[in-house]
Structures are given as C-alpha cells and as structure tokens.
Nanobody, 125 residues
Framework: QVQLVESGGGLVQAGDSLRLSCAAS????????MGWFRQAPAKEREFVAA????????QYTDSVKGRFTISRDNAKNTVYLQMNRLKPEDTAVYYC??????????????????WGQGTQVTVSS
C-alpha cells in the first residue's frame, strides 16, 4: 500500500510555470506506475499524464503535450509534473495516482488504486 501527498499548486498567470510534486510513502514506490489527473469545476476528472515504474515510458493527454512533463525520482519516492506555458483551461485540482497491477500505462482512472488528496492549480488570464 502507498500513501500519496501532492504539493506545489497555486495561483499563477497564463504563460507561467508550476511544478507539482507527489511524495509517496512506503518502500514499494518502484512497483507502481504513476499518473496525474485533474478535475476542473463542474467537470469529470480527466487523465493528464502517466509514467512507468522505471520512468522510461510516459504518456500524455493531447492538450498538454509539449507543455507538461511527467518525471519521477525513485530514490526520493516522488513523481513530478512540470507544467509550462499554463493556460486558464489548465485550472483544476490535480491528483496523483498509482497503480501496481499492469505492465502498460493506462489513462483510465479506474485502474489506479491509490490517490492523493489533490492540489489546486489556478491560472488567471
């Protein structure tokens, strides 16, 4: 089992950058594929990015490709989401999640077993 705690959210202007962090407890961090999801007001939670256990494979939703980068530091039990050129439509609560059952990366939130509490990102225009 793993516990996840996000940090790094805040209020920024369009075009700015933020880096979100997700710290995981436990000794089994490397057994989990990790993902970032977000939920905007009055919208369903959606996939943003995912990274494999080793960090060698990543996947992104189309709207963030070229602007966001997911990475992980297995020595620090932490996954990151670097967000550049932020847009007002990126405003949402961002959640990190982990799953340890599958080899490939998945965008569906149903496969993820563990979730953080979320961190708010607000981008003003």
């Amino acid at each position: 089992q793993v516990q996840l705690v996000e940090s790094g959210g805040g209020l920024v202007q369009a075009g700015d950058s933020l880096r979100l962090s997700c710290a995981a407890s436990g000794r089994t961090f490397t057994t989990y594929n990790m993902g970032w999801f977000r939920q905007a007001p009055a919208k369903e939670r959606e996939f943003v990015a995912a990274i494999s256990r080793s960090g060698g494979t990543t996947q992104y939703t189309d709207s963030v490709k070229g602007r966001f980068t997911i990475s992980r530091d297995n020595a620090k039990n932490t996954v990151y989401l670097q967000m550049n050129r932020l847009k007002p439509e990126d405003t949402a609560v961002y959640y990190c999640a982990g799953e340890g059952n599958y080899y490939r990366l998945y965008t569906g939130q149903n496969v993820y077993d563990y979730w953080g509490q979320g961190t708010q990102v607000t981008v003003s225009s």
